[in-house]
Nanobody, 127 residues
Framework: QVQLVESGGGLVQAGGSLRLSCAAS????????MGWFRQAPGKEREFVAA????????YYTDSVKDRFTISRDNAKNTVYLQMNNLKPEDTAVYYC????????????????????WGQGTQVTVSS
């Protein structure tokens, strides 16, 4: 059973930084895509970033490019989301997600394309 546990959320001022962690267990993740999504109050859950565990290729939604960086630590089975220059509009609950990657070039970004989810961690950015 795949389990994902997020941590690292909190309250930060605009312009500040946070690093979220997602500890993964219950499988061998070498053929997985790991993603970060977020959901603000009253809004739908949206894609933020993803990384292929094998090879480490990454992709992002446009609003976070050049500010957020997704990475993974193979030894710790952990995925990170480094968030810099945070803005009030980044305020949301951030979720880690995972799925097996059957197609090597396809960019999985929809919530229904991911099979496993963490419980979420709150990020609040004050202005």
């Amino acid at each position: 059973q795949v389990q994902l546990v997020e941590s690292g959320g909190g309250l930060v001022q605009a312009g500040g930084s946070l690093r979220l962690s997602c500890a993964a267990s219950g499988s061998t993740f070498s053929n997985y895509v790991m993603g970060w999504f977020r959901q603000a109050p009253g809004k739908e859950r949206e894609f933020v970033a993803a990384i292929r565990w094998s090879g480490g290729s990454t992709y992002y939604t446009d609003s976070v490019k050049d500010r957020f960086t997704i990475s993974r630590d193979n030894a710790k089975n952990t995925v990170y989301l480094q968030m810099n220059n945070l803005k009030p509009e980044d305020t949301a609950v951030y979720y880690c997600a995972a799925r097996r990657a059957y197609i090597s070039v396809y960019r999985y970004t929809a919530t229904n394309e991911f099979d496993y989810w963490g419980q979420g961690t709150q990020v609040t950015v004050s202005s």
